[in-house]
């Protein structure tokens, strides 16, 4: 029995299946199809409004993306493959495709990135690609300078840590990470200010033998790595959106200004409410190296 769809869900449809990738022709050849159990070339062309010059380059992309079969008679016909098979088949095999066009151009990248550096060191006067102040407006380029500089840190890490987190650079298992492999790690954050998931956070940081402790408010997001490079979050004042500059520095100098600003917002702050781990508080001080204990 042959069903044409309505004209409004036909439009409808048509539109959603080159949301999902199919061209104009493509669409409308498949949903003639859907309506009718099998067609010759030239009569679906004529049905579905495809110059019938197109229609059998329209078919054969349609046969390979799964959406039509051949149905081999006296001549060839063409009929639908099922909705609910034809469609997760397409979006799979595309989603495994692009897999794999992003996996080949990451390694395209990644092989092309040491040699785009030497030029840009070249470039820039032979200073080379650590200055010591460099302004990141771009929020992912600055988590990338971030986990660059903990995945570094071999003795130290203090942060900063205020809201709105969903805009915070800081990654919470790099943190983590840096601190299971021997960095002694302070976190100092605002209080009243966590949601639930964020208090999450905190709890693995507790767990993890990262020190917490909570403050009525600090001045900015700000982490600071072996007191020689850190990153500083500045908020836009003037937009009413919140939007995030970072400054990514490579100073000593700054490094222990910053730190010394987080010891002293550390001395006047309370110890967090998380659960207590290792049979101590989770705001007591850390063990740092030399067996000197910071406040």
């Known amino acids: ?15 959603r299946l080159q949301a999902i990738g199919l061209n ?13 159990p099998r067609f010759k070339a030239l009569e679906l062309a004529s049905r ?25 008679e006296r001549t060839k016909l063409f009929s639908a493959i099922p909705p609910d098979q034809a469609v997760p088949s397409y979006l799979a095999r595309r989603n495994m495709a692009l897999q794999m066009e ?5 390694r395209t990248a990644n092989s092309m990135v040491e040699e785009l550096m030497a030029s840009y060191a070249l470039g820039q006067g032979g200073r080379g690609t650590l200055d010591y102040l460099r302004i990141v407006s771009d929020p992912l380029q600055a988590a990338a300078q971030f986990r660059k500089l ?36 302070r976190v100092l954050v605002e ?5 639930a998931a964020h ?21 900015l997001k700000m982490a600071v790595m072996d007191e020689r490079h850190g990153l500083l979050a ?21 490094a222990e200004a910053m730190r010394s600003l987080f010891e002293d917002y550390w001395r006047h702050a309370s110890a967090s409410t998380s659960t207590s781990v290792s049979g101590g508080p989770v705001g007591a001080a850390p063990k740092l190296a030399g067996g000197s204990g910071k406040p």
């Open 199 to 219: 208090q999450r956070f905190l709890n693995d940081y507790a767990h993890a033998g990262i020190v917490v402790r909570q403050i009525e408010k600090v001045p």
């Open 24 to 36: 104009a022709y493509e669409a409308r050849s498949y949903l003639v199809l859907v309506g009718h």
């Open 234 to 254: 500045l908020v836009d004042p003037v937009i009413t959106k919140p939007a995030w500059t970072s400054l990514v520095f490579h100073h000593e100098g700054m």
């Open 102 to 106: 992003l996996a080949d151009q990451t």
């Open 150 to 185: 903990l995945g570094e840190a071999q003795r130290e890490y203090l942060e900063f840590s205020r809201p709105p987190y969903a805009a915070d650079p800081l990654d919470a298992a790099q943190v983590i990470d840096a601190c299971r492999r021997g960095v002694h790690c």
């Open 1 to 15: 029995m042959s069903q044409d769809l309505p004209e409004q869900e036909y439009r409808r449809f048509w539109q």
């Open 48 to 72: 579905a409004h495809v110059p019938r010059q197109k229609i059998y380059e329209v078919l054969d992309s349609l046969v390979e993306k799964g959406f039509a079969q051949v149905v081999q």
């Open 191 to 195: 209080q009243g200010t966590l949601d």
